[in-house]
């Protein structure tokens, strides 16, 4: 047998292996289980998110893409923001007020009231929200 084949490394590594305590193989156990998970994990999510992405591009209406877009969004857990307005990276408070009062203009049908607002304070950056983070 070659010094240097495969069979051979892998038999120094079993014997190497076998000769450890049961404490370090316990660790070694550990991180090859953490690893398998992660690697299966990554696998699972990539191939769900091409079915889905595939999906979406053949979605007849916007209903059902939109199914499977928030379906998307569940599997690469982009959806965490909806649950936690909070943030460093925009004024959260005065953009949920923003929110509100433009929710309030459309429910009485003002529609030029709407159309001021939004112009007035879209284009500027209001609150924070043309940040770049907000957008990786």
């Avoid at 292996?17 to 193989?25: H, N, P, R, V």
């Avoid at 408070?93 to 529609?111: G, P, S």
């Amino acid at each position: 047998m070659k010094e240097n084949s495969p069979l051979r490394k892998l038999r120094l590594l079993i014997k190497g292996i076998f000769s450890q305590s049961m404490k370090e193989l316990g660790e070694v156990r550990k991180a090859l289980t953490f690893f398998l998970y992660k690697l299966i994990k990554t696998v699972y999510v990539h191939l769900h998110v091409r079915k889905l992405t595939k999906k979406m591009m053949e979605a007849k209406n916007y209903k059902e893409w939109e199914e499977t877009g928030k379906e998307m969004d569940g599997v690469l857990r982009n959806n965490k923001w909806k649950a936690e307005m909070r943030s460093r990276n925009y004024d959260y408070k005065n953009v949920n007020y923003m929110y509100l009062f433009l929710k309030e203009l459309r429910r009485n049908d003002l529609a030029h009231g709407l159309t001021y607002t939004l112009r007035s304070n879209l284009c500027k950056n209001m609150y924070g929200i043309a940040n770049p983070v907000l957008y990786e």
